[in-house]
């Protein structure tokens, strides 16, 4: 009864604030795209994530540090409620463009100006 109930605080804690481990654990990532920067040192990548029938379909964009110069090698940079047509684009070895026109603010979880070497642009 015990462990049920951290579980259940565990899965609610993170459905509210995000949590990478757990939810890709429970959760199916499908990547729409994804782009390598100029250098080949970051992959961003959208994602359609699915958490099961009571949960809405989430937006997300990742980036990976292939690199290796950072101890968090992925993170979720973006993640929007809904299915939304989101295009990202490396201007340069640092800078991602996010385009999502339709995007509603109100719908938006997270959104990090800035992850390791590589500033996020919207």
């Known amino acids: 009864m015990k462990c049920t109930y951290l579980?259940?605080?565990?899965?609610?804690?993170?459905n509210v604030v995000g949590c990478n481990s757990v939810s890709s654990a429970l959760c199916k990532d499908d990547v729409q795209t994804a782009s390598a920067s100029p250098r080949g040192n970051f992959?961003?990548?959208?994602?359609?994530?699915?958490c099961g029938a009571t949960t809405d379909f989430s937006s997300v964009i990742s980036?990976?540090?292939?690199?290796?110069?950072?101890?968090i090698?992925?993170?979720?940079?973006?993640?929007l409620r809904g299915?939304?047509?989101?295009?990202?684009?490396w201007i340069d070895d640092n800078t991602l463009k996010v385009e999502c026109e339709e995007c509603d603010?109100?719908?938006?979880?997270?959104?990090?100006?800035?992850?390791?070497?590589?500033?996020i642009r919207y």
């Not at 980036?63 to 101890?71: L, R, T």
């Not at 299915?83 to 684009?89: G, M, T, V, W």
């Open 7 to 14: 579980l259940l605080v565990a899965l609610l804690g993170c």
């Open 43 to 50: 992959i961003a990548s959208v994602k359609l994530r699915d």
């Open 63 to 71: 980036i990976k540090d292939v690199g290796g110069s950072s101890q």
């Open 73 to 79: 090698s992925e993170e979720d940079v973006f993640v």
């Open 83 to 89: 299915d939304n047509a989101i295009s990202i684009k």
């Open 105 to 119: 603010p109100k719908n938006i979880f997270k959104k990090l100006e800035s992850w390791n070497r590589v500033e």
